[in-house]
């Protein structure tokens, strides 16, 4: 059974920061490129920062500077470093792990998500 469970959430000030965890079982962790994203109230997911299994990176332009993703393959983990944090970061933040196989007949998606864990940025 394939697992993604996220910690490090909370509550922080603006100009605070966080670090994000998300644990991965279940997959070969090594193999899968990562992401995290968030949702916002009555918004749409969206993508904050993505990491390949070379640990190449891209960013949100918003999060760009502040945010740093990163993973540690003998952990079976990836972080989401915050720093610097704005009211407009608040939400809910899911990490996921997601590739593409070919089957011998077919390209199949396989992706798994994370349950997601609360970021609030309030003074």
């Known amino acids: 059974q394939v697992q993604l469970v996220e910690s490090g959430g909370g509550l922080v000030q603006p100009g605070g920061s966080l670090r994000l965890s998300c644990a991965a079982s279940g997959i070969i962790f090594s193999i899968y490129p990562m992401g995290w994203y968030r949702q916002a109230p009555g918004k749409q997911r969206e993508l904050v920062a993505a990491?390949?299994?070379?640990?190449?990176?891209n960013y949100a332009d918003s999060v760009k500077g502040r945010f740093t993703i990163f993973r540690d393959n003998a952990k079976n983990t990836v972080y989401l470093q915050m720093n610097g944090l704005k009211p407009e970061d608040t939400a809910v933040y899911f990490c996921?792990?997601?590739?593409?196989?070919?089957?011998?007949?077919?390209?199949?998606?396989?992706?798994?998500w994370g349950q997601g864990t609360q970021v609030t940025v309030s003074s």
């Open positions: 990491i390949t299994t070379g640990s190449s990176t």
């Open positions: 996921n792990a997601a590739r593409t196989y070919y089957s011998g007949t077919e390209y199949v998606p396989d992706d798994y």
